[in-house]
């Protein structure tokens, strides 16, 4: 069966294991098909066990060839976890041409200059975003090529890595025999899914709450200005939950999704008596019952009995501390209640009942869940943000190649991408 152009999103999560495939029909990209699987294999968004996940993404992507009668090559893969931080730096060069016109060479050295740091031996920088260009002490340039001077200064944000983790994601992907088109940030891809370039110019704060990272990527004036991921999630809500309630994991991960929320309100007792009873037959071997308030789980051997309130004394604190996490680094660069399209919340975390109200009065900012774009047919699901901005930004890349229309942001990403794919498609 004939396909028409294809791109395939690789997003190794701590929890599972997703495929995205979307096709170009036109001028738009269609969902071809969507997949996800639980992960082994890995700890706080980062590869240990390059075995386990080689095996895991072999299983999904032979499934989607089978169904699908198509074969998949290459993916854009994502890389996550907290040993992933940014740090600033400059670098400044003398331009080279004779008549002082600034050309992409100029732009290429001096942004290879910013990466001449001191990071520890087993850690290297992944990309380079810049902030701005000062031509001679001119200040607050954006795109310099074309421009005249004869002093060219560029003030960027690195994105390190740990080598180890690097090398276990690209050997993982390369075990399941699939060459990496490009790695791309896990919270930068979901950004690419959600974000519009209105909020990015006006200031917007990305949440992206996984299993067991968050991460915070924060936009002004269309550029990247700051990004951190802790080694928090929503699995250790659950975690709470289980000990809270001395129970399985399993089973609280389950209580979570059907009964958690952030917030308790008194009033909505009545509300909630209806919604609990009406999910009666949510799972073949859990029965949920309403008396005075409270919620009885019964699985095979024991049972659970909690009241909404009790549930919400046990999450709200670990995500009110998670936005303190976020509250902290605003803060650490200045933007605390001082970003004008506020926060944009993604993954899993996000689907919550109520963070939005928890955010917004931690936080002092506006919050909405992200939606999904770039992608005809994607079902709006938080969770899907990562894997959806790889195939939209894969889809980006791609489309500058070929039709010269994606700007001078893509530029520089290619610029600095072209080595990093000999270097990931051929570690050993």
Known sequence: MSRGHIITGLDIGTNTIKILVAQKKGSEWELLTSVSMPSFGLRRGAVVNV??????????????????????????VNIGGSHLYVTPSDGIISVSRADQRISEEDVERVLQATRAINIPSNEEVLDVFPREFIIDDQKGIKQPIGLTGIRLEAKVILLCYFQSYFINLTQAVLGAKLQINDIIPSPLAAAEAVLTPQQKELGVALIDIGSDTTSLAVFEEGDLIHLAIFPLGSANITKDIAIGLRTEF?????IKKKHGACFFVKNDKKSFTKNLLSSKAATANTTKLARQGKIEVFDKSSSVSFTEKDLVDIIEPRVAEILDLMQKELKKIGRQELLPAGIVLTGGGAKLPKIKELVKQQLKLPCEIGTLKGIVGIEQDPALATVVGLVVGGAGIEGFEKEGIFGFLVFIKKSFSKMKKVFRVFIP
């Open 51 to 76: 075995e386990e996940t080689a095996k895991n993404i072999t299983g999904l992507v032979a499934g989607i060839e089978r169904d699908n009668n198509i074969r998949i090559n290459s993916v854009f």
């Open 250 to 254: 399993a089973i609280a991960e389950d």
